[in-house]
Structures are given as structure tokens and as C-alpha cells.
């Protein structure tokens, strides 16, 4: 988990870099929208993570620190996007990210769910195989036994 919240943080620093290297440089906010993604693919694993409740301490204090940093390079985009008078295009984009942020948790639930419903195949696989290795052969000794006793 540190590696996975190491990378995610690493990620949020990066685009939030280089959307303020395009603010400064260039009035084309078109430019931001892969960083845009990266900050929200971000904001859902460090969700995630968050949820998943096996956070170290340190792990903990690393999420909300970059949670509250994409939420601070998040209001600079929108403030980015009004200044140059592209509010509606703003919207469109975190209309976009919301059902991207969506999906992904959907894909996330989803396998979360396979995952589930495999072991819990395994378990019951694991169980047959017991009956059919361990119960069935102790059965036919006993019957086999009682039939030899019995002739």
C-alpha cells in the first residue's frame, strides 16, 4: 500500500506541475485536460485506499495530503477556466470526470465482486472435494465392511 499511495501522490505532483507550467505559459486550456484525468483517476485510488481501511499511519497522512492538494489544483483549473471565460467548458469537463470517476468505480466494484464470488467458489469446490475424497471413501469402506461382516 505505501508503494501504491507513493505513486498516486507522485502522480497528483506531477500534474499539478505541469498545469501550472500550461496556466503560465499558454492561454490553450485545452492543454490541461490529460492532467485533469490524472488528478481524477488520483482522486478515485486515493478513495480507494482511503476505504479499503489497511492504511499505516503515514500512508494516512500522505492520502489527505494529496487529496487536499487536488482539491486546491482543482479550484485553480476552474479559476484558470473562468478567467479565460471558458466556465461552460469547465462544466463540461468535470461533467466528463464524474462519469469517469463513475465508471472507474464501477469497473472497481465489479471486480471487487468477481473476486468475491471466486473464492467463494473456490470454498465450495473445496468442500465437494472433501465429500467426494474424504466422506465417499470412508462410506464405501463402511458398507464394504458391513457387507464382508454380514455374508
Known amino acids: ?38 488528478l481524477g483517476g488520483a482522486e478515485v485510488e486515493l478513495a480507494r485506499a482511503q476505504n479499503s481501511g489497511s492504511l ?8 489527505a495530503l494529496a487529496k487536499k492538494q487536488i482539491q486546491e489544483t482543482m479550484k ?30 464501477l469497473e472497481l466494484a465489479r471486480k471487487a465482486a468477481a473476486k468475491k464470488q471466486f473464492w467463494k467458489e473456490v470454498k465450495q469446490y473445496s468442500a465437494i472435494f472433501g465429500v467426494v475424497v474424504v466422506l465417499l471413501p470412508m462410506i464405501l469402506a463402511l458398507l464394504i465392511n458391513f457387507l464382508l461382516k454380514n455374508t
Open 1 to 38: 500500500m505505501i508503494a501504491e499511495i507513493s505513486a498516486i501522490v507522485a502522480g497528483v505532483n506531477a500534474a499539478t506541475s505541469a498545469i501550472k507550467r500550461v496556466a503560465e505559459t499558454t492561454n490553450d486550456i485545452s492543454s490541461i485536460s490529460s492532467f485533469l484525468s490524472t
Open 56 to 63: 499505516s499511519e503515514g500512508d494516512a497522512v500522505k492520502a
Open 76 to 105: 485553480e483549473i476552474k479559476d484558470l477556466f473562468m478567467v479565460s471565460g471558458n466556465g461552460q467548458l469547465y462544466n463540461e469537463a468535470m461533467t466528463a470526470m464524474a462519469e469517469a470517476r463513475k465508471a472507474k468505480q
